[in-house]
């Protein structure tokens, strides 16, 4: 008789094998014959359960067949990865989706790639940038993504604009950066969301006013044009942070040029930007080229946009004092100010934000005239 549990000079049994090469009838008839092999560990240095090879392997069957037996799916190997760090260290998308679809309380799938996210390590922060992208693609079939939602509630948006706020010192962690630009971007075009919206216009102010190069992406990939028609959304937030933004994109030619031509075609626009503006003055760049605008003519406002306007900006006093709670908010931003973009994104990730704050280097804040100083 065969002894199941005898290992070879690697350190590993039959069943570690048949797990990571998804051989689920090996695997299954290992089972059955010594129950005890589910948690059988490897003798090397990882000491890997089957379950986390089977993870690695990337079968999703046997992945399955571990989880039904009963497998501690909770477990990590002796280098503190479990299944969802070795998914990002493989940018496995499929098993990633399948975790998050199935809602183990012992796998926190977003807070871990989170946490990867915000990694020290330059490996772990551009898997988990590339995986996040993936995970969040938009569909043109369905016009939104299940996973926006997640995101949000999880305070996925708000780990983006830590990892965006950080100095970039190399090309990896570049990269990372972009694709988090990529993802605000795609929320403020394509979801429909109102809450996600409003969050992705809040972060989109947060970080108009870092280091230089965050701002240009974001305008590069028509940050101005998705933020200006949220301007006319019908929900107060939205209009509101939307006008923040867009206030703070202006400081950069580029912007103010973008925003001052959808003005002069659309001058409701203007009237929306002014109002939520009101105590922060909008760029003066900004400003006299509007004036000159005025002087050569600008088209009239249809009345029927001109009513909804109105109608829409009659803002409650208590309305407007949070407007102008989140502006300065957003101007001197700390840990607990980003704790208030939404009341549930921060709840699971607080001490490790906390933590990527305090170890992040001295922003530079662009004033008007293109110079720069600490925030």
């Known amino acids: 008789m065969v002894n199941l549990t005898e290992m070879d000079e690697?350190?590993?049994?039959?069943?570690?094998?048949?797990?990571?090469?998804g051989y689920l009838l090996?695997?299954?008839?290992?089972i059955e014959e010594d129950p005890e092999l589910l948690e059988y560990e490897t003798g090397d240095s990882k000491n890997s359960t089957p379950f986390l090879l089977a993870v690695t392997g990337g079968n999703k069957e046997c992945v399955e067949f571990f989880i039904k037996k009963g497998a501690k799916i909770g477990v990590q190997n002796r280098f503190?990865?479990?299944?969802?760090?070795?998914?990002?260290?493989?940018k496995n998308i499929e098993l990633l989706q399948f975790f998050i679809d199935a809602k183990y309380p012992d796998l926190p799938v977003w807070r871990k790639l989170f946490r990867f996210l915000l990694s020290d390590s330059e490996e772990e922060a551009k898997n988990a940038a590339e995986c996040l992208q993936m995970l969040t693609v938009y569909n043109s079939e369905t016009?939104?993504?299940?996973?926006?939602?997640?995101?949000?509630?999880?305070?996925?948006?708000?780990?983006l604009v830590i990892v965006l706020t950080r100095i970039i010192p190399d090309e990896d962690q570049a990269l990372t950066s972009a694709t988090g630009?990529?993802?605000?971007?795609?929320?403020?075009?394509?979801s429909k969301d109102d809450a996600i919206l409003s969050l992705a216009a809040d972060c989109?102010?947060?970080l108009a006013h870092t280091r230089a190069g965050v701002p240009h992406a974001m305008i590069s990939i028509d940050a101005v044009e998705y933020l200006c028609a949220l301007l006319l959304s019908p929900l107060e937030r939205v209009r509101g942070n939307a006008a923040i933004a867009l206030s703070y994109l202006a400081i950069y030619h580029t912007a103010e040029r973008q925003l001052l031509h959808k003005c002069r075609k659309e001058p409701i626009l203007m009237k929306v930007l002014t109002y939520y503006s009101r105590d922060r003055k909008l760029p003066t760049g900004f400003q006299n080229g509007w004036k000159h605008y005025q002087r050569v003519g600008l088209p009239e406002i249809e009345l029927s946009q001109l009513n909804l306007v109105n109608q829409q900006l009659k803002t409650t006093p208590q309305e407007m004092h949070i407007i102008e709670l989140e502006r300065d908010l957003i101007h001197h931003s700390s840990v607990d100010d980003i704790g208030n973009i939404s009341?549930?994104?921060?709840?699971?990730m607080k001490e490790d934000i906390s933590n990527?704050?305090?170890?992040?280097?001295?922003?530079q804040v662009p004033s008007e005239n293109g110079s720069s100083f600490g925030h």
């Not at 690697?10 to 090469?21: D, V």
């Not at 090996?26 to 290992?30: D, G, T, W």
């Not at 503190?80 to 493989?90: D, F, K, Y």
Request: hydrophobic letters at 45%; a positive charge.
């Open 356 to 363: 990527a704050f305090s170890k992040r280097n001295s922003l």
């Open 10 to 21: 690697n350190g590993w049994a039959q069943i570690h094998y048949a797990a990571l090469n």
């Open 204 to 206: 989109v102010a947060r």
């Open 143 to 159: 016009g939104t993504n299940p996973n926006w939602e997640l995101l949000r509630n999880e305070g996925g948006v708000v780990a």
């Open 181 to 190: 630009i990529k993802i605000l971007i795609d929320l403020l075009q394509h």
């Open 343 to 348: 009341n549930n994104c921060l709840t699971p």
């Open 80 to 90: 503190n990865q479990g299944p969802i760090e070795i998914l990002l260290l493989n």
């Open 26 to 30: 090996s695997v299954e008839r290992f």
